[in-house]
């Protein structure tokens, strides 16, 4: 069976891939920073807290980690304003929910590398009159970062690539936006393969540098 391709239809739909594109990486941009913030407290709460508030922190990776991020989004954005009666646009709901999914991961990313640095250092420091917060943001972070960078950014990379799954929402990311052009051309496997093609594009510069940096930081 032959197929008669027609890629001027990609052509026809440019506007559409650009302004999907746009709202996919501005998606993704939000829900990378609050999740790796979010994440850095989760981290130092199992680290360092508390036990109480160090189970709480557990309790809240395990519990994210071992949920679909498609049913987070859905409670986000359909059931938190039938308890609080607060409502999100769509896109915030799925930024809310990529930024609490993913910062369970950061929090295990974080907690691994600071577990990483030689206990001594934090030893050394308290009797030198560090605090807490001074030696974590002078002497433990600055180290445990250089650790972590690869798997952070491989990390982000995957919050694009999820970042899809907005579409159930009716966030205009990529996969909406290419979803409604195919619903009024029927031409699925010319938009779809100009789809993975930019996501490619917009992934694969995150990838690369997150190559980079673990090649870089391997030979010091």
């Given amino acids: 069976m032959s ?4 890629f001027g239809i990609i052509w026809d739909y440019r506007f559409v891939y650009v302004y999907g594109a746009q709202t996919t990486v501005a998606l993704s941009i939000v829900g990378a920073v609050f999740a790796i913030l979010i994440g850095l407290f ?62 369970a991961y950061f929090a295990e990313i974080i907690r691994a590398g600071i577990a990483s640095i030689d206990r001594g250092q934090t030893d050394a420091a308290r009797i030198l009159g560090f605090s807490y917060a001074q ?4 002497i433990i972070l600055p180290q445990a970062f250089r650790r972590i960078l690869p798997p952070l950014v491989n990390m982000i990379a995957d919050i694009v690539k999820l970042s899809s799954l907005a579409s159930v929402i009716g966030v205009y990311e990529l996969m909406h ?13 010319e938009l779809y393969s100009a789809l993975a093609v930019v996501y490619f594009i917009i992934i694969y510069p995150v990838a690369f540098v997150a190559r980079r940096v673990e090649l870089r930081l391997a030979k010091r």
């Fill in 3 to 6: 197929y008669n391709w027609n």
């Fill in 42 to 103: 989760v981290a130092l709460a199992r680290q360092s807290a508390p036990k109480p508030v160090a189970l709480l922190a557990s309790a809240y990776v395990e519990f994210l980690r071992n949920t679909p991020l498609l049913v987070q989004i859905f409670w986000i954005f359909y059931c938190l304003p039938v308890l609080t009666g607060a409502s999100f646009t769509a896109f915030w709901a799925a930024a809310i929910s990529l930024s609490i999914h993913f910062s």
């Fill in 135 to 138: 030696t974590m943001a002078r």
């Fill in 177 to 189: 936006s290419i979803n409604n052009a195919i619903m009024n051309t029927f031409r699925p496997l």
